[in-house]
């Protein structure tokens, strides 16, 4: 009887010891579950580049400690949704999500810095991704413009491959490529760029070589490229049959006025990255996506020449 009485204990414990294990599972299953974040993507329906990343909601909502839901529209049904209808689709995709207290809460550094923006319903993420489409920029067809950094190594592989394009004769004849610079500017502060002084002043050297000797620019960008951060490019200049005293006369005029001009055109784009692409006017591309053009194919990164200023695909 003793024996029975211990076993009927031990099975009552054992019993309650599943029992709360059970419990506990249920429990901690239930603090694993993450709440549901609801996104809306306004994408473009004509630029492949104005789609959602597939991966950025999600990794969002997992920042912000949740699970994202996402709705697709096209700009068009957007514009019937009265709470989404006001809204600024300059640039496409715009991401939005649907405003709580929490999770203004969680961006409020954000929206106070200007980042995120909010109305009574939607906490909103102007150009949220590098690639994309400005709907209201006019067009320029057959027009790349090409945004880097002189003293970028991914800014010059780029260069060198439209060299090299244009030495195998890959640039088609209705295509126009353009160099732009990636800097900022301020008056009372000047000039700023990733890597220093030096690029800025190399931007406003080749911005006055392309205006007076256009013949000879991508010349002087080859010979320039093999050393970009050389402090000798007045012997690139000689060498390309450049009058560096003539460009030199300008280059605290005419020169800082042309690369003030690049500083507002590249702020008006948002672009930040080199290289950056900007296809006829519209689409902000990468070194991905612009490769994918029909005609611009040489743009692909792996096909970039050893020596130089070769580099794995990316940017600064």
Request: charged fraction near 25%; proline fraction near 5%; aromatic fraction near 10%.
């Amino acid at each position: 009887m003793k024996k029975l009485v211990i076993f009927a204990a031990a099975c009552l414990l054992a019993s309650s010891a599943f029992a709360a294990a059970k419990t506990a599972a249920k429990t901690a299953k239930k603090e694993e579950a993450k709440p549901t974040i609801e996104f809306v993507v306004v994408e473009s329906e004509d630029y492949a580049s104005g789609k959602q990343d597939p991966q950025l909601a999600p990794g969002l909502a997992n920042f912000l400690g949740g699970e994202a839901k996402v709705t697709a529209m096209t700009y068009e049904q957007a514009q019937q949704d009265p709470k989404l209808a006001n809204l600024d689709y300059s640039f496409l995709p715009l991401y939005v999500i649907k405003k709580t207290p929490e999770l203004r809460t969680k961006l409020e550094q954000q929206i106070n810095a200007g980042f995120v923006q909010e109305n009574d319903d939607y906490l909103i993420f102007p150009h949220l991704t590098r690639t994309g489409v400005y709907r209201e920029k006019e067009a320029k067809p057959g027009v790349l413009e090409v945004f880097v950094m002189s003293q970028c190594p991914f800014g010059a592989m780029a260069e060198n491959l439209i060299i090299q394009a244009q030495k195998d004769g890959k640039i088609p004849a209705d295509k126009e490529i353009k160099l732009r610079y990636v800097v900022s500017y301020n008056p009372e502060t000047g000039f700023q760029s990733l890597h220093g002084s030096a690029e800025w002043e190399e931007n406003i050297r080749q911005l006055l070589i392309a205006k007076y000797y256009p013949e000879k620019f991508w010349k002087y960008l080859e010979i320039r490229n093999k050393d970009y951060r050389s402090s000798r490019w007045d012997k690139a200049m000689d060498e390309a049959g450049i009058n560096a005293k003539k460009i030199m006369k300008k280059f605290d005029t005419e020169g800082v006025e042309l690369l003030k001009e690049e500083a507002a055109y590249g702020q008006e784009y948002s672009v930040n990255a080199s290289p950056t692409f900007l296809w006829e006017g519209k689409e902000v591309l990468d070194f991905g996506s612009v490769a994918q053009k029909p005609g611009l194919e040489f743009l692909n990164p792996s096909l970039a020449q050893q020596g130089g200023a070769a580099a794995p695909a990316g940017s600064c």
